[in-house]
């Protein structure tokens, strides 16, 4: 359930001014806390790493098997949430790397992620990482709202991320 509480406080913050605020204010944790698999060890399902900190949860990243078709055997890295009070201490940097690392162990060598259309925070962090947009646009349905995504890709095996690499949590 805390998981679920950070996507849903996340989605409210960083989508205000991209989805309907109407939507937003939906959300329930309840409707997500089934979504989530901590323990899978199988690369095609998705995988949940979480950040605590004194057993508060502080976000979380999300990989499996890349979902598009013309980028068979990449990795995806399907979310990367942190809790907003928590956003600049080097959480999601944290999660990035630790996402990678786990891709990289589950075999792969490249990786794709989705960003909404003009989440700017989101595709600034990605770029610092060395993701890469490529081009591709899709329009997905996720939570009954439909999102424009852009697609973005990373070599595992490139140089270090160019983001701080100390994290400062609380």
């Known amino acids: 359930m805390a998981v679920a509480g950070v996507h849903v406080r996340s989605w409210q913050v960083a989508y205000r001014m991209l989805l309907p605020q109407q939507y937003l204010d939906q959300l329930r944790p309840e409707d997500r806390a089934s979504h989530y698999d901590f323990a899978t060890s199988d690369p095609q399902k998705p995988h949940t790493i979480v950040a605590l900190e004194s057993e508060s949860v502080l ?8 979902r598009s078709e013309d980028l068979s055997g990449y ?22 790397q630790a996402a990678r690392a786990h891709l990289v162990e589950a075999g792969f060598r490249q990786a794709m992620l989705w960003v909404l259309v003009g989440n700017t925070r989101a595709e600034h962090f990605y770029q610092k990482d060395k993701w890469l947009p490529d081009g591709t646009r899709r329009t997905d349905t996720v939570w009954g709202v439909q999102l424009d995504e852009l697609r973005s890709i990373r070599d595992l095996q490139a140089a270090p991320s160019s983001i701080d690499p100390q994290p400062r949590f609380p």
């Open 59 to 66: 976000g979380f990243a999300t990989t499996m098997a890349a």
């Open 75 to 96: 990795g995806e890295l399907v979310a990367l949430y942190v809790d907003p009070e928590h956003w600049g201490r080097g959480v999601g940097l944290a999660l990035v």
